[in-house]
């Protein structure tokens, strides 16, 4: 069975910074590319960032360029999120995925796992 599990949302201030992390279990995940996306309210899910295993390649969203870092501890099976610099336009519920692409991805529809999201709220 495959789990990946969010932890790390909460409350913070404008400006302030949170880091994400995704916990992943039942296989080894060296070889997928992981993946961010947010939803908010009445809003589509949107891809937040991307790394491919292999490389270490990543991709940023353009509403979190130089702002968000994705990460990964292989040791540890875990995917982290690091988001400074928080806007209020940034509270959404924040998803971690797994696609076994081996390249980029960063549409929905390409991922295969995902966990059951964590709350990020950003007060002004």
């Known amino acids: 069975q495959v789990q990946l599990v969010e932890s790390g949302g909460g409350l913070v201030q404008a400006g302030g910074s949170l880091r994400l992390s995704c916990a992943a279990s039942?296989?080894?995940?060296?070889?997928?590319?992981m993946g961010w996306f947010r939803q908010a309210p009445g809003k589509e899910r949107e891809f937040v960032a991307a790394?491919?295993?292999?490389?270490?390649?990543?991709r940023y969203g353009n509403s979190v360029k130089g702002r968000f870092t994705i990460s990964r501890d292989k040791a540890k099976n875990t995917l982290y999120l690091q988001m400074n610099g928080l806007k209020p336009e940034d509270t959404a519920v924040y998803y971690c995925?797994?696609?076994?692409?081996?390249?980029?991805?960063?549409?929905?529809?390409?991922?295969?796992?995902w966990g059951q999201g964590t709350q990020v709220t950003v007060s002004s």
């Open positions: 039942g296989r080894t995940f060296s070889s997928y590319t």
């Open positions: 995925a797994a696609s076994i692409r081996n390249t980029i991805v960063v549409v929905t529809t390409e991922y295969n796992y």
């Open positions: 790394l491919r295993s292999i490389g270490g390649i990543t």
